[in-house]
Structure formats: C-alpha cells, structure tokens
C-alpha cells in the first residue's frame, strides 16, 4: 500500500469535499440549472479557493461564484450577488452579525435560497436543519480511511 503525505491526503479530501458540495448544489437547483449565482462563506482561504474553482469549472455556463471570508463581509455582497445557493462552514454560522447568529439570519434574509452548510462535528447536521440549513455535510478529517 502506498503511503501518501498528508499534503496528498489533504488534497484528495478537498477534492471529495468539493464533489460532494457540487452534487447537493445541482440536485438542489436543477431546475434553475441556468445562470447559477452561488456564494461561498468560509474563513479558509485555500478551502473557500479551491470550492470556488471547482464550482467555476463544473457549473454550467453563465453561472456566477462569489465569496467571502467573514460572515459580515459576506452580508455586504450578498445583497448585491442575489444568489441562487449559499454555501457556508458551518463554524461561521453561529457567529454575531447585526446582534444575531448569521446562519439564522441568512435564512430570514434569503428564506428561497437553499443553503448548504459543511463542519467537522456530526452531531453540526441536527444543529445545522435547526438553523434551517437545506443541507449539512460533515468534512472527513485527513486521518480518516
């Protein structure tokens, strides 16, 4: 068997990690498959990089990716992005913005946008549907099989 570094490991699971976000992106929005407008949220700039390039490469055409890094930057270009679909870590959603948590208030500011949150503790998927999340998946960790 061979033995990968941990960078190698790290990428194959961002790679997955990606995939797996595209798939509930396209099944969620099939019907809107055209011009998709999707916004990344997440404060690991080579995470939220890679999501955003794979995203790029693998919507259709004329479809849109923004993002940002923190939860009230965020709040400013969504309003001027109009997304279709949210992409958010989880982490970043329980996070004050405008005297209250930023998932619960995204779900109010855009209550038709499915959002698809993503962490690292199982029991985040319970949290997540409370907080009106459309989806939750847990990120593998890197010792994982």
Do not use: C
């Amino acid at each position: 068997m061979k033995n990968y570094s941990s960078a190698h490991k790290q990428d194959f699971v961002v790679q997955w990690y990606n995939s797996m976000i595209i798939h509930w992106l396209i099944a969620d929005l099939e019907e809107f498959m055209q011009d998709l407008r999707v916004f990344v949220i997440d404060n690991s700039i080579i995470f939220q990089n890679s999501l955003v390039q794979e995203l790029t490469k693998k919507l259709p055409s004329g479809s849109l990716v923004e993002h940002a890094a923190q939860p009230a930057d965020a709040l400013d270009k969504l309003s001027i992005f109009k997304p279709t679909a949210i992409v958010l870590n989880f982490a970043l959603g329980s996070l004050l913005v405008k005297q209250e948590k930023f998932l619960p208030l995204l779900v109010k500011t855009f209550p038709k946008v499915p959002i698809i949150t993503y962490g690292i503790l199982e029991s985040g998927e319970k949290a997540a549907k409370i907080l009106g999340a459309s989806h939750y998946l847990k990120k593998p960790s890197i010792g994982q099989p």
